[in-house]
């Protein structure tokens, strides 16, 4: 067993590339064990600005022993090492692979990834460059793993490698690919093209092999040394080739930056954090996820977020089932203490973050392959991608993102998985499909099964009415399934219409949904009813708002349909994307009623709807997540609402004993008929009741 497969990883950055000069080396050393912090990134390459180059990283900003340096400065990693060790601190060296300063590209031109203009791409961070792992640049790192591996070292972090959006079409690249394929390289900005998803594919084999190369040089030097990088979260990896199925082959955790966050709040789930917890945990292939959160709000990186922002971000890595990595700026303070108290809990809890398994009912299916060959998909603003609207209908990520918010409402445990797991839905009861638009006829045959054999179903506007590579088919490819044709038409925006439950059906599905007008979904897809039971229609479209009052159409918007042993609940519109930019209420209701009617209730907790949770298992115990999210209108969060008295309620569940982790308090257990109930006497922003 490996030293990272031992206990929780509490990853501590003190973050100060640019001059090393906050803090002297046993400073920082005791800061770290100060903090808590079992691991630390730690910095020994220099990335200021100059008045001879741009900020990043060149051959003179070396602060280790290594051949390729250019200028000769003190050794920070060698004397710094010792001091981590004596202190319990794992050192995990900070390799930049991904900005370069422009004097340092204009010395290796056969290296820079390059334009579809032929241009070499020169606003990394707006000043830099970049590299391309495919050329001779390749060696170059190696020379540079080789060296830092004489060094007692336990881990290499590799911030990168990346194809930026517009590369690379450098002569290696181009050669590459004609050699692979016997063909002209496409251009990446024309999706449309014949060869597109063959360069992206290109591109994602070429990180791999990069990492596999690279993870061979380190692993040949020392075996206990581990080895990992900046991967993807729940947005495409077209721009940048990171595949998480292809990284984590040759990594030994898979990691990315779901905490953080950019710009005006308000734009940014609060989930965001737990989303990519649970989408790495279903990835990582039994290995340890790790979720980068970042103390400052971006682009401001010398600015940090409210302690409350943090705390958030925190407890949703650890419910979600990761650990986290946190960079901070020395000085900070605020955000220390933050820090501080959360490795502390952790510590003292090691068991509850640790190797724990989900007891979900539910999956959501992030839709990976849509987001990526789907014509309606975006891409958000992060440190190496630009943001890219959606361009037409149907946004995947905002379709999931509604969903997300829904099911975290409803108060439901749920993962996240994506298409590579769909060949293990036994333990679930529900699959939720926010529009899974492309998927392939294997992927097909395993939803089919699932449902066939008993499993639940919610599915949303074009579910499998493409293939995988984003061709679309003339009928739903599980039309059979959804209970409904596809009759050619996606209608929309639909910014003033409706849709209308039918009167008196008692279905348990529209419980509390008693208005008669409903906000339509912003799109809509006309289907025709082939063996579904049709729940709510849409009303005709009016001209103008005030136009008149709609009369019901012929056109269902929510139907339910039964497969086999299976029900299958379909949504004819961008139902999620609808949630997630208007928060209906009665929307929410729906889901909060089709995931208490398709799946087994395990939790309720009484008049607390802002109170996310999450529920996990080790051995012969129950680790119940809460995070306390009453906290306003508006972000940053600065606040929340403490909450006392909390009543929770759980079903089927064996449980003897309760017990509050960061209370450090006994809880007492009551039993009814109706299962067991406990109070909680306060959550202040997070807890973690062990149940026995």
């Not at 998803?197 to 040949?220: C, G, P, T, W, Y």
């Not at 510590?347 to 839709?367: D, G, M, V, W």
Request: proline share 5%.
């Amino acid at each position: 067993m490996y030293w990272w497969e031992k206990e929780p990883l509490r990853i501590v950055e003190i973050f100060d590339p640019f001059g090393f000069k906050s803090l002297p080396l046993l400073q920082e050393a005791e800061t770290v064990k100060t903090l808590g912090g079992n691991v630390q990134h730690f910095h020994f390459m220099a990335h200021s600005a100059t008045a001879d180059d741009t900020a990043g990283l060149n051959e003179k900003r070396f602060f280790f022993k290594t051949s390729l340096s250019k200028k000769k400065n003190p050794d920070r990693l060698k004397p710094y090492l010792p001091l981590a060790h004596k202190r319990g601190i794992k050192v995990i060296v900070y390799f930049n692979v991904h900005w370069y300063t422009q004097e340092f590209g204009k010395q290796h031109p056969d290296w820079l990834q390059i334009k579809e203009n032929g241009k070499p791409i020169d606003d990394v961070y707006t000043t830099g460059t970049s590299f391309c792992v495919n050329s001779g640049y390749r060696e170059w790192v190696f020379q540079i793993l080789q060296d830092l591996c004489k060094y007692e070292i336990d881990g290499i972090f590799y911030d990168g490698p990346i194809f930026f959006a517009p590369t690379c079409y450098c002569e290696t690249c181009k050669r590459l690919f004609r050699e692979r394929t016997g063909q002209e390289i496409p251009p990446k900005s024309n999706h449309q093209h014949p060869l597109w998803r063959e360069l992206i594919n290109f591109q994602a084999d070429s990180l791999n092999k990069f990492l596999s190369d690279s993870n061979s040089v380190i692993k040949k030097a020392n075996p206990e040394i581990l080895f990992f990088m900046n991967g993807n979260s729940n947005w495409p990896y077209w721009p940048t080739g990171r595949d998480n199925h292809r990284i984590i082959k040759n990594t030994d955790i898979l990691g990315a930056e779901g905490g953080f966050i950019y710009g005006d709040l308000n734009q940014t789930t609060i989930y965001k954090p737990g989303i990519t917890a649970k989408l790495l945990t279903s990835q990582s292939k039994g290995k340890p996820a790790i979720v980068f959160d970042c103390a400052g709000h971006k682009p401001w990186s010398w600015y940090s977020l409210p302690e409350t922002e943090l705390s958030l971000l925190l407890a949703e890595s650890l419910a979600g089932g990761a650990s986290y990595w946190v960079p901070l700026s020395s000085g900070d303070s605020a955000s220390a203490k933050v820090v501080k108290e959360y490795n502390r809990f952790v510590k003292r809890n090691p068991e509850a973050f640790f190797q724990t398994e989900s007891l979900a009912k539910i999956a959501l299916l992030c839709p990976s392959v849509s987001t990526n060959f789907y014509s309606s998909s975006s891409v958000p603003l992060t440190d190496f991608t630009k943001e890219k609207r959606a361009e037409g209908t149907g946004d995947i990520s905002q379709e999931f993102l509604g969903f997300y918010e829904g099911l975290a409402r409803a108060q439901v445990p749920f993962d996240v998985i994506d298409e590579e797991n769909l060949e293990g839905l036994s333990g679930y009861q529900l699959l939720v499909l926010p529009n899974a638009s492309c998927l392939s006829q294997e992927a097909i045959e395993r939803i089919k099964d699932f449902v066939e054999k008993g499993g639940n179903l919610v599915a949303s506007f074009e579910t499998s009415l493409y293939d995988e590579t984003g061709k679309r088919k003339d009928n739903f490819r599980l039309s059979k399934l959804l209970g409904v044709d596809f009759i050619g038409e996606i209608v929309g925006p639909m910014n003033w219409d409706y849709v209308s439950p039918i009167p008196k059906t008692g279905s348990p599905f529209l419980k509390g949904i008693t208005k008669k007008y409903i906000p339509a979904s912003t799109y809509g897809i006309k289907v025709r009813a082939t063996g579904g039971k049709n729940l709510l229609y849409f009303y005709e479209r009016l001209k103008g708002r005030y136009e008149g009052i709609p009369e019901v159409s012929s056109q269902p918007f929510l139907t339910l349909n039964r497969f086999g042993k299976g029900k299958v609940l379909y949504l004819a519109g961008t139902f999620g994307l609808s949630l997630a930019n208007f928060r209906f209420p009665e929307y929410l209701r729906l889901i909060k009623n089709f995931s208490s009617q398709l799946s087994q209730p395990l939790v309720a907790i009484e008049k607390a709807p802002w109170v996310e949770i999450s529920l996990r298992k080790k051995m012969d115990k129950i680790f119940l997540h809460l995070i306390n999210q009453t906290s306003g209108l508006k972000r940053p969060l600065t606040y929340l609402v403490p909450l006392t008295n909390l009543k929770i309620r759980l079903f089927n569940l064996k449980v003897e004993e309760g017990y509050a982790l960061r209370a450090n308090k006994r809880l007492k257990l009551r039993r009814s008929e109706k299962g067991i109930s406990l109070i909680l006497s306060y959550l202040e922003d997070y807890e973690v009741i062990c149940l026995k």
